[in-house]
């Protein structure tokens, strides 16, 4: 039940002596029902590791692979909440949490139903009209996580979700991601330099300048590419 497995996967940007290893390589699996914070200080390589986890990027050496999908990762299998956001600014709050159904070839009407279902859960059914202009930085983020919570991802992948909030509307996110993770069966993996967020997850894997301290025994073979 190993979701994702990164076997030695690094990650470089720029080239020459402008070159930045952002991730050195990293060995790490997330499994159905694993709750990791990855914590570190800014610049410590988090985001790029949780990116490349997502496949929202590549590695350039190692391998990065999805076992349970059977296939790479596909936006359907993983749900990204990035620490803004990134809500489309000229589409209501249930289009918003319906866009990536949508994108994924379902049905304008179920995806609606299935939105409007994820923002009661995360507790805004009552923004549904709202543009996200008109929404607080809490409400915002609950949004991206009912956008999450609608397309039911295996796996979620959250990157400093609270980063951008006070410390109590950062609770009651951490609180609706966990609820979220729950109600799907979904893994949950949080970026964060917050230790009162990381103690609220079940494994916490430190990163430090692109390192990752062993944190997850690897599998003696690396993943198979499927
Ligand atoms: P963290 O999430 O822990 O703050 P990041 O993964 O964002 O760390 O960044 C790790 C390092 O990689 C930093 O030195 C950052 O400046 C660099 N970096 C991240 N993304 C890029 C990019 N797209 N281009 C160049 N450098 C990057
Ligand atoms: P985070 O707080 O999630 O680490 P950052 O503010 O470090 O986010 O980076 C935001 C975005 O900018 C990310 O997509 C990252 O890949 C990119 N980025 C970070 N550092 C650099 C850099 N030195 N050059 C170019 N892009 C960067």
């Known amino acids: 039940d190993i979701l994702i497995h990164c076997h030695d996967a690094a990650r470089t940007y720029g080239e020459g002596e402008n070159a930045v290893v952002a991730v050195h390589g990293a060995t790490c699996r997330v499994r159905a029902g694993d709750r990791i914070a990855i914590m570190g200080p800014s610049g410590s390589g988090k985001s790029t590791l949780l990116h490349l986890m997502a496949g929202l990027e590549r590695p350039t050496s190692g391998e990065v692979g999805w076992p349970g999908f059977g296939r790479p990762a596909t936006a359907r299998d993983v749900g990204v909440v990035f620490q803004s956001p990134s809500l489309i600014p000229a589409l209501d709050v249930a289009e918003n949490a319906a866009l990536p159904l949508v994108l994924a070839g379902t049905g304008e009407a179920e995806a609606r139903r299935r939105a409007l279902s994820a923002l009661d859960a995360v507790g805004v059914a009552d923004l549904a009209d709202k543009l996200p202009e008109e929404l607080s930085g809490g409400q915002a983020q609950r949004v991206a996580v009912a956008r999450v919570l609608a397309l039911g991802p295996r796996v979620i992948l959250a990157d400093e979700p609270t980063g951008q909030l006070d ?3 950062g609770r009651h996110v951490v609180d609706v991601l966990l609820d979220t993770a729950r109600e799907l069966g979904a893994a949950l993996v949080v970026t964060t330099h917050d230790p009162t967020v990381g103690e609220r997850l079940t494994e916490r894997w430190p990163m430090h300048e692109g390192r990752l301290a062993a ?12």
């Open 167 to 169: 410390r109590a509307t």
């Open 215 to 226: 944190a997850s025994v690897p599998d003696p073979a690396p993943p198979a590419h499927t």
